[in-house]
């Protein structure tokens, strides 16, 4: 295939996430992580600190009010910097209340280099399923023949599409919708339909450019600064995301610690604080409060995340690096 086909066949993909971004769908799970692992909103994310990325995190919504959501994501992908290609895999579990959804997807992507920049186009391929904790539900009339269909649970495909365009190795911007189908099925959704348009732009506040020299003992510490902004459209309502991060990159360990402001305009803000171990282990933790929509009880929402990133010299970034 040569490449003027291959644009072609990438801008058919662009028009179908804006041609569904009016359409109606439902609610789907969230998290505050997907700044630090886009790979979770979008298949079209590759790493480029990194072939292999793994991560795993877990999130308790609304503290203090039962039944409150609380679901785990997790997520693997491997770049081929020698086809340009990543394969990923990513595992979500909801339990809201009595009911416990799972969603099991795997995608594809690949990435073009335009003069120092990277285009990367991404599909995904859900398999999810829904059913109810017969424990958690207060069963009256056993006969009832609405149990076949509480009990019975459900069982659909699901897909997504994405795009990302890294400008720079500062500044990269992504277009994404996820769970596709919800979007035709509507009632009958599991996961709802989601679009996701996002930028993301980084700049060095103190110290020397990076290098790929940067894990040398000669390179000194450095302090990064990073904006982040996200429209998120669900059915017809729309919401804006933000974020503001400080990281300080030790002179053998980059993103060594980092610390993060978070703000969304349903009334929701918050913080996020990691650190990174041996082998380039990360450990994150947020917390976010929402000032509108709960009241009393309700603690606010926690969520953790570790991640770890495998083979960091062969990956689509090299010598395009920060």
Not at 57 to 77: E, I, M, N
Not at 249 to 258: L, M
Request: aromatic share 16%; glycine share 10%; charged share 20%.
């Amino acid at each position: 295939m040569n490449i003027p086909i291959r644009i072609y066949i990438w801008w058919i993909l662009l028009s179908g996430l804006l041609t569904v971004s009016s359409a109606k769908g439902q609610i789907t799970p969230s998290t505050a992580f997907y700044w630090e692992n886009p790979y979770y909103i979008n298949p079209a994310f590759v790493n480029t600190d990194a072939s292999a990325y793994f991560s795993l995190s877990a999130r308790k919504q609304w503290f203090g009010l039962s039944g409150s959501p609380v679901t785990v994501f997790g997520t693997g992908t491997y770049y081929w910097e020698k086809y340009k290609m990543q394969a990923g895999i990513k595992l979500l579990n909801d339990k809201i209340g009595y009911l416990n959804s799972t969603d099991l997807s795997f995608s594809y992507a690949y990435t073009l280099r335009f003069r120092g920049s990277f285009l990367s186009v991404g599909l995904s391929l859900g398999y999810q399923l829904q059913k109810a904790d017969r424990g958690d539900v207060m069963i009256e009339d056993e006969t009832d023949p609405a149990l076949d269909n509480l009990l019975g649970g459900k069982k659909q495909w699901n897909g997504g599409l994405g795009v990302e365009y890294i400008v720079t190795p500062s500044f990269r911007i992504g277009l994404s919708t996820q769970h596709l189908f919800s979007f035709f099925r509507e009632e009958a959704s599991i996961f709802g339909g989601t679009n996701y348009l996002y930028g993301r732009y980084r700049t060095r506040i103190l110290g020397r450019l990076y290098r790929p020299s940067y894990r040398t003992s000669a390179s000194p510490t450095t302090y990064d600064m990073e904006w982040g902004l996200c429209v998120k459209q669900t059915a017809e309502a729309f919401q804006v995301d933000g974020v503001v991060s400080f990281y300080l990159n030790h002179p053998t360990q980059r993103e060594k610690f980092q610390f993060s402001l978070l703000g969304r305009s349903i009334g929701e803000f918050g913080f996020l604080a990691g650190v990174k171990l041996v082998s380039d282990m990360k450990i994150l933790c947020s917390y976010d409060y929402n000032i509108k929509a709960l009241k009393g009880d309700a603690r606010g929402t926690f969520e953790v995340i570790v991640t770890y990133p495998l083979f960091p010299t062969k990956c689509v970034a090299d010598g395009f690096r920060r």
